[in-house]
């Protein structure tokens, strides 16, 4: 299955130094006399998948039972120094695990953005090809996008939601200020006091003026409102993410026009409506009403992406996305947005095609 166009039924790839060098049906495509073949038969062969936001392979440092409490406490009457935070790369926290590399393999995806899940700046993101052993092989781009969540600071300021969206505004309208003063003092410095360095507002700035990527991770439909309200005002390049509850504002989204990426996460959030009405109307919007959000956007004209933010397990990738089907999504609408697959796998086949074409390496060729 190519990116465009028709399939191509009983197809031939020749794959030479790891790129593809021709594709088509057998009697179009020569075979090199010295190719190793591999035979694959009844299965797919698709360009490999990317898993736009997740967390996996980050691991976070351990903290015992309260620590992270009573560091907070601790440090309460100091400000924070939220440079750091800004500035926290997630490829320093990856560790990938073996059986995550294959599960997502498995899944068709080669290719994920890792970032860290924790605090209102979740630091920087890293583009990964989940090929090879070492984690700097991996690397596509680093970094990639600023991340920030909705949430808030134990101990201390903004310890509210409604602190946090301001102290998010206040940060913006800093940077833009410490710009503009920084560019009327470059171009001309008489009887003007020079610019105070401020790393803080140094980080910021690629993001708030030089309009690298920032990603919102949206939890609810209140972030939904929340991050549109700010990416509208500072004109930020943006990304929505998470948004398990983004059809309750498709008319938001629409309006805001920027890439949507749905996560098949669907444990409602805690402020949803369907939670505190008891144990079987939660269940019923875990199994349900909120994998029925990816069937609900499309059928209200919204474009977006799926990842797999907020999963544990590479492995529960497949079995949401067949759960968001089930739940009313075409399924080549499934393939498109992410990893789909268009019939059963015959998994121990496509295991053993997997591990001999990461031994290829640089072998000629390949029949599939």
């Given at each position: 299955m190519p990116v465009s166009g028709p399939s191509v039924e009983n197809g031939v790839i020749i794959i030479r130094d790891g790129l593809i060098e021709s594709l088509g049906t057998q009697d179009k495509?020569?075979?090199?006399?010295?190719?190793?073949?591999?035979?694959?038969?009844?299965?797919?062969?698709?360009?490999?998948?990317?898993?736009?936001?997740?967390?996996?392979?980050?691991?976070?440092?351990?903290?015992?039972?309260?620590?992270?409490?009573a560091a907070a406490l601790a440090a309460q009457p100091e400000e924070k120094n939220w440079t750091d935070d800004v500035k926290q790369m997630a490829f320093d926290l990856l560790k990938p695990k073996k059986t995550d590399v294959d599960n997502l393999h498995m899944a068709g995806i080669t290719t994920i953005l890792v970032a860290s899940e924790r605090g209102i700046f979740a630091g920087q993101?890293?583009?990964?090809?989940?090929?090879?052993?070492?984690?700097?092989?991996?690397?596509?781009?680093?970094?990639?996008?600023?991340?920030?969540?909705?949430?808030?600071?134990?101990?201390?300021?903004p310890s509210s939601l409604m602190g946090t969206v301001a102290f998010l505004r206040q940060s913006f309208l800093d940077v833009s200020h410490y710009s503009a003063h920084k560019s009327l003092f470059s171009s001309s410095s008489r009887g003007l006091k020079r610019p105070e360095y401020d790393p803080y507002l140094e980080a910021l700035f690629p993001f708030a003026v030089e309009r690298r990527p920032v990603f919102f991770n949206c939890a609810n439909l209140e972030d939904i409102k929340r991050a549109s309200r700010l990416i509208k005002e500072f004109n930020l390049n943006s990304f929505l993410t998470g948004a398990n509850e983004a059809w309750r504002v498709a008319d938001i989204v629409k309006e805001l026009n920027v890439p949507l990426l749905?996560?098949?996460?669907?444990?409602?959030?805690?402020?949803?409506?369907?939670?505190?009405?008891?144990?079987?109307?939660?269940?019923?919007?875990?199994?349900?009403?909120?994998?029925?959000?990816?069937?609900?956007?499309?059928?209200?004209?919204?474009?977006f992406a799926l990842t797999s933010l907020g999963l544990k397990r590479p492995s529960d990738t497949v079995k949401n996305i067949q759960k968001a089907i089930k739940a009313g999504l075409p399924r080549e609408e499934a393939l498109k947005r992410y990893s789909m697959k268009r019939h059963e796998w015959r998994e121990s086949l496509l295991t053993e095609f997997l591990s001999r074409l990461n031994r290829l390496q640089k072998k000629p060729s390949l029949q599939l």
């Open positions: 495509v020569a075979v090199p006399e010295d190719a190793e073949v591999i035979k694959a038969d009844g299965l797919y062969a698709y360009p490999g998948l990317i898993d736009a936001h997740t967390n996996f392979f980050i691991e976070p440092p351990k903290e015992e039972p309260g620590q992270r409490v993101s890293v583009l990964l090809n989940i090929n090879g052993e070492k984690t700097e092989a991996m690397v596509i781009k680093n970094p990639v996008a600023l991340h920030v969540n909705f949430t808030t600071e134990r101990g201390r300021y749905v996560s098949l996460d669907f444990k409602p959030p805690f402020t949803s409506i369907y939670v505190n009405q008891g144990e079987e109307m939660k269940k019923k919007a875990e199994e349900e009403i909120y994998p029925a959000n990816a069937a609900n956007l499309h059928n209200q004209g919204v474009k």
